[in-house]
Each structure stands twice: as structure tokens, then as C-alpha cells.
């Protein structure tokens, strides 16, 4: 195997590129070397029909959407009849940015950008064609989706699940919340458990949009 030893490629006078290598050759980078391409302002363009294999650790490359986070709500909590009451998610499964307080149980995301929300309640015993109502509430003024489910004209008690979701979008300073509302005259109790997990709310940040 001979060794090429040069500083710098470039083409010949009057030439504006390099060609390495012909069809069907394999360029081969030696274990522990590393290899720059481009600089801040240069453009690498892979034509269509190639392929990038990869077998090792790719980073840098795609999207990443965060600020993500998923809440839920493990004990149950108890409503009144008749006015929107904030459900408490008090636990995390995840929350990459930090941006989930599950003490006022409010998604504030801190990055700009446009938001998938979802969220979930399951709700005990209304009856009697009670309305009940989930809602993704933003900076405490603005209802911005909701979901009603109406109970069968039955004396039998129902324990609808309550779903809602949203694309919405976000500054710095917005935050989010989830509120669930019900007519029945003696209000209702929203279920929490860790698993299967009932009561939940998450979202993450759509990247590219």
C-alpha cells in the first residue's frame, strides 16, 4: 500500500473540483481518524439515489423535539359541580427542559416554536346526560381546544375518559394548563393511578414547522 503525504488537494489551473476515487472504489478512513467537512458556510449535497449507511453513533444529524414532557396525575382528585377546576398532574414520566412544574401543574415551554398537546382524564360516576368538558387552557385566559362527552340519560353510573389535543403555537413566556368541567349535580372524581396511567398531559415542540 503506498502513502499519498499532502497538505491540501485542490484541482489543476482552470479546474473547480476534485474527484476521488472511480465507480465501484471504496475510500476507506482509518480507525481513530477524523475527517471535517465543509466549514461554516459550505454546503454538502448528497445527490438522489445515494445512500448514508450507517452501524455506529450518528449525532447532529435530524431534529430534535424538545422542550417534550409527559404528566400525570397518580391519587385521585375530587371537583365541584360547574366551574372549569385545574387537574392536578403532580407526577413526570420525562421533562427535558425542566419545563413542567407539578406544583402548579402548568407546561411553560421557555422555546419558541409550535406545540403538540395532549391530554387525558377519566372521570367516576356522573350520569343523567351530565356534560363533561376537558380543556388545554393557555396563559390562564385562552381556551384552546376542548372535548365534551355527554353521559347516557341513565340512572347507571359512566366513567367516560376525557381526550383532547392541540397543535398550538408558543413564545417564551406562554404556558399551558389542562381543566376538566362537569354539570352533574354532585361533581365527580377524575382517576389517577401510575399504571395504566388514566389522567396524563404531555406535549413536545414540532420542529421544522
Known amino acids: 500500500m503506498s502513502t499519498l503525504e499532502v497538505n491540501k488537494i485542490t484541482p489543476v489551473s482552470g ?5 476521488l476515487g472511480d465507480s465501484g472504489d471504496t475510500l476507506t478512513l482509518t480507525a ?3 475527517l471535517t467537512l465543509g466549514g461554516a458556510s ?22 430534535t423535539m424538545v422542550p417534550a414532557f409527559f404528566a400525570y396525575m ?5 371537583i365541584g359541580a360547574n366551574s372549569a377546576t385545574l387537574v392536578q398532574f403532580d407526577q413526570e414520566r420525562f421533562d427535558t427542559n425542566s419545563a413542567y412544574n407539578t406544583s402548579t401543574y402548568k407546561f411553560t ?7 403538540f398537546l395532549f ?15 376537558i380543556i388545554i387552557n393557555k396563559t390562564d385566559s385562552n381556551d384552546v381546544a376542548i372535548h365534551k362527552v355527554i353521559a347516557l340519560n ?11 389535543s392541540t397543535i398550538i403555537d408558543a413564545n417564551t413566556t406562554d404556558h399551558f394548563r389542562v ?22 398531559f404531555g406535549g413536545y415542540r414540532i420542529t421544522g414547522a
Do not use: C, M, W
Not at 479546474?15 to 474527484?19: D, I, L, P, Q
Not at 454538502?44 to 449525532?59: E, F, R
Not at 341513565?154 to 383532547?164: C, Q, W
Not at 354539570?183 to 393511578?193: A, M, N, Q
Open 109 to 115: 415551554p421557555g422555546v419558541a416554536g409550535k406545540y
Open 74 to 78: 397518580d391519587g385521585n382528585q375530587s
Open 154 to 164: 341513565s340512572s347507571t353510573d359512566r366513567e367516560p375518559s376525557l381526550a383532547v
Open 179 to 200: 381543566l376538566v368541567r362537569t354539570d352533574y349535580s354532585g361533581g365527580t372524581t377524575i382517576t389517577g393511578e401510575t399504571y395504566p396511567t388514566y389522567t396524563f
Open 32 to 34: 481513530g481518524a477524523n
Open 42 to 63: 459550505s454546503t454538502i449535497t448528497i445527490p438522489s439515489g445515494a445512500t448514508i449507511a450507517n452501524s455506529g453513533t450518528a449525532t447532529g444529524f435530524g431534529e
Open 119 to 133: 391530554a387525558s382524564a377519566n372521570i367516576q360516576a356522573v350520569h343523567d346526560q351530565a356534560t363533561n368538558s
Open 15 to 19: 479546474g473547480t473540483s476534485v474527484t
